[in-house]
Nanobody
Framework: QVQLVESGGGLVQSGASLRLSCAASVRNFGSYAMAWFRQAPGKEREFVAAISRAALTTSSADSVKGRFTISRDNNKKTLYLQMNSLKPEDTAIYYC??????????????????WGQGTQVTVSS
């Protein structure tokens, strides 16, 4: 399994931007389908965005479409989530996840076998 470490979270005001990073400690990062999920206090984990191995396919939840962009740099073994126009309802712990078995795993959390520890994002109104 790959070890994943998220960074880039923080406390920001509504309307601000943040870029999350997820560094992977594996030689074949490019073989992993990747995604971001989030979990707000008292709520279930929810899908945010996903990207295929070669970044040819991406998807995102309706709640973040047009505001969040997922990307990856396989040479740097890093996954990114650019978050613009942040809202208080985006407050959550954000997790990156990896699936070594599929070219693209979409929004199915059980497909992802490796998870990071998460990074807190707090958006104040």
């Amino acid at each position: 399994q790959v070890q994943l470490v998220e960074s880039g979270g923080g406390l920001v005001q509504s309307g601000a931007s943040l870029r999350l990073s997820c560094a992977a400690s594996v030689r074949n990062f490019g073989s992993y389908a990747m995604a971001w999920f989030r979990q707000a206090p008292g709520k279930e984990r929810e899908f945010v965005a996903a990207i295929s191995r070669a970044a040819l396919t991406t998807s995102s939840a309706d709640s973040v479409k047009g505001r969040f962009t997922i990307s990856r740099d396989n040479n740097k073994k890093t996954l990114y989530l650019q978050m613009n126009s942040l809202k208080p309802e985006d407050t959550a712990i954000y997790y990156c996840a990896g699936d070594p078995s599929r070219a693209y795993a979409g929004n199915i959390p059980t497909y992802y076998t490796s998870w990071g520890q998460g990074t807190q994002v707090t958006v104040s109104s």
